[in-house]
Structure formats: C-alpha cells, structure tokens
C-alpha cells in the first residue's frame, strides 16, 4: 500500500483526475452540442473548463485554490476553444485537432498560470506546456479511432489520463506537495 502522503499517491491522485475530462465533454456536449460556431465553442469550452477545473482544484491535495483554479480553468478554457476551432474553421482532422489543442493550450494555459500560487517555481513552465499536452491530448484521441467528427470540447479519455499524468508530473515539479507534519503535544516544564 501506498503511504497517502508520497509523491506516488498525489501523482495518482492527480492522474486519476483524468475522470474530470469525459464528464466535462458530456457537460461541454450537454449545453451546446457540437462545436461548430462560435458561441458553441465559447460556451461549450466554458461548461468543460468548469468542470476539468473543479476536478483538478478537488484532486490537487490544496496546492490549488479552488477560488482561482476553478474561473481560470473555465475562462481558459472557453476562449482557447473560441480561437482554437474558429482558427481551423471547426476542422476535425488530425491537423486540425492538433491545432486547434495548440491554441486551447495557450490561453489555457496562461489563464492558469496567473491561478498557479506564488510559491510556485518556474510558474511560466505550465503556460509553456499546455499549448503541447493540450496538442498531445488531440493527437492520442484520434490515433485511439475515436469519432471525433462529433465535435467534442475536449478530447477523449486517452488523451486526458495522457495529459493528466504529464501535467501531474509538471504540477509537482513546480508545487511540490509537502505533506503536513504534526505538531508534538509535549508538555512544557
């Protein structure tokens, strides 16, 4: 068994996370449809930002404040998609998704990293990756066969346990999670 406060369990905590992506797909889904315009794209990115966000806030251990985490993941989210799909006039190729990922990483990302805590080091690491892990998500999904011809908000469950453990490797090299030590109730004399 796992010691609950080693960098394997938080890793896997994290990585586990993935499950916030398909739900936030069938919620992006739920609201808006396919993403094939504009508003689809901001609202349905939005719905699926607000969820991966409130998933990842709930699996950082507190490395990540809810309160900031959650609205920069959901504003992040719903503008890259804007750019990315518009950028590839809603194309679902695999160029296309590549591109379209690259783009939703770069604000995403950037939202992100002004929700990252100060004690973060090398904070522009995370801005610097997402454009790719976000890419990288799309890649994996289509070689997976899935249909992505539907216009999803996100990508599929192999691209997002992928991105979930890079980005978990990432989180813990810039915000390592240090457990908290109990304090000794000894008696003062």
Request: hydrophobic share 55%; glycine share 12%.
């Amino acid at each position: 068994m796992m010691p609950r406060n080693s960098f394997l369990a938080t890793w896997v905590l994290w990585t586990v996370g993935f499950l916030a992506f398909p739900l936030g797909g069938v919620a992006g889904g739920a609201v808006v449809g396919r993403v094939d315009s504009p508003l689809a794209a901001l609202f349905g990115g939005a719905v699926t930002g607000l969820v991966v966000g409130t998933g990842q806030a709930l699996v950082s251990r507190r490395r990540l404040d809810p309160l900031r985490w959650i609205p920069a993941t959901t504003v992040g989210m719903g503008a890259g998609l804007f750019i990315g799909a518009a950028a590839v006039d809603y194309g679902t190729s695999p160029a296309d998704l590549a591109i379209m990922g690259a783009f939703t990483g770069v604000l995403l990302g950037a939202a992100q990293l002004a929700a990252l805590p100060p004690a973060a080091r090398h904070r522009w690491a995370w801005a610097v990756a997402m454009p790719v892990l976000w890419c990288l998500g799309w890649v994996i999904t289509t070689s997976a066969g899935i249909k992505v011809d539907e216009q999803f908000t996100i990508f599929g469950s192999a691209g997002a346990v992928t991105v979930s453990a890079l980005s978990g490797l990432l989180l813990h090299w810039l915000l390592p999670y240090w457990p908290a030590v109990p304090v000794s109730r000894k008696k003062v004399r």
